[in-house]
C-alpha cells in the first residue's frame, strides 16, 4: 500500500513569512509524530497525535510552532513569522495502533528560510 | 525524561568488517528499542527492533543486543558491505509514554 506522503518536499520562504507543511498517513495508522532534522543532526521531537485525543505538544519549540490533524487523517505542520534557525528537514512519521510498533515515516519537506 | 547516548557518532569500516553501535538509555520502564537507518537524502527506515522481554535478534547480517541491568543495547552488522553506508539512529521507549527518545546517530561509511 502507499506510505506516508509529504508535501512540499521543498519549500523556500523569506523571514517572517507563514509556511504550511503537509502529511498524508498511511490509512489506518492512528499515530502520527512531526519531527524536526536540523542538517547532520538527529530527530528532535515536535508533535504527537493519537486518535482523537489532544496531541502532546511537549516537542513545539516556541508558540510560532502549531499543528492540526483532521478526522484523524492528514496533518498540517504550520510554521508562523518563520526564522532563519526555522531551516531543517519536517519529518512525519505514522504507526499503527497498540504499540509500540515500528513508525513509518514520509520522505520529509526541506524547508529553507532566507 | 528518557535520555539516549549512541555512539560513536562516526564509524569507518572496511568492506567485510564488522561494526558496532553502542546505545545508553536511561529509564529503567523503556521497554521498545528500534533501530532505523537513514540513507544521505532519504527518510528514516526501521532495520531491526527489540523488546525488553527478549535479550537478543537477528535478522541475516543484523544484529541486536540489550542488557536491562546496564540499560543498554547495541547493533552489530557483520560482513559490511558499501550499501551499509548510512545513518544510524537508535531509540527507546518506555510503555507509559508513545513519544520514542533518539539518539543523535552514527555515520557509518564502509569503504569497498
Known amino acids: 500500500g502507499a506510505g506516508v506522503s509529504q508535501s512540499p518536499s521543498n519549500k523556500v520562504t523569506e523571514k517572517g513569512k507563514d509556511v504550511e507543511l503537509r502529511c498524508d498517513p498511511i490509512s489506518g495508522h492512528t499515530a502520527l509524530y512531526w519531527y524536526r532534522q536540523s542538517l547532520g543532526q538527529g530527530l528532535e521531537f515536535l508533535i504527537y497525535?493519537?486518535?482523537?485525543?489532544?496531541?502532546?505538544k511537549s516537542g513545539l519549540p516556541s508558540d510560532r510552532f502549531s499543528a492540526e490533524r483532521t478526522g484523524g487523517s492528514v496533518s498540517t505542520l504550520t510554521i508562523q513569522r518563520t526564522q532563519q534557525e526555522d531551516s531543517a528537514v519536517y519529518l512525519c512519521a505514522t504507526e499503527r495502533a497498540g504499540g509500540p510498533y515500528e513508525q513509518y515515516f514520509g520522505p520529509g519537506t526541506r524547508l529553507t528560510v532566507t | 525524561g528518557e535520555n539516549v547516548e549512541q555512539h560513536p557518532s562516526t564509524l569507518s569500516v572496511q568492506e567485510g568488517d564488522s561494526a558496532v553501535i553502542k546505545c545508553t538509555y536511561s529509564?529503567?520502564?523503556?521497554?521498545?528499542f528500534p533501530w532505523y537507518k537513514q540513507e544521505l537524502g532519504k527518510r528514516p527506515q526501521l532495520i531491526i527492533d527489540i523488546r525488553s522481554n527478549v535479550g537478543e535478534k537477528k535478522d541475516q547480517r543484523i544484529a541486536v543486543t540489550l542488557n536491562k541491568t546496564a540499560k543498554h543495547f547495541s547493533l552489530h552488522i557483520t560482513e559490511t558491505q558499501p550499501e551499509d553506508s548510512a545513518v544510524y539512529f537508535c531509540a527507546a521507549r518506555s510503555g507509559g509514554s508513545y513519544i520514542p527518545t533518539f539518539g543523535r546517530g552514527t555515520s557509518l561509511i564502509v569503504h569497498p
Open positions: 497525535f493519537q486518535g482523537n485525543s489532544a496531541p502532546d
Open positions: 529509564d529503567s520502564a523503556s521497554n521498545y
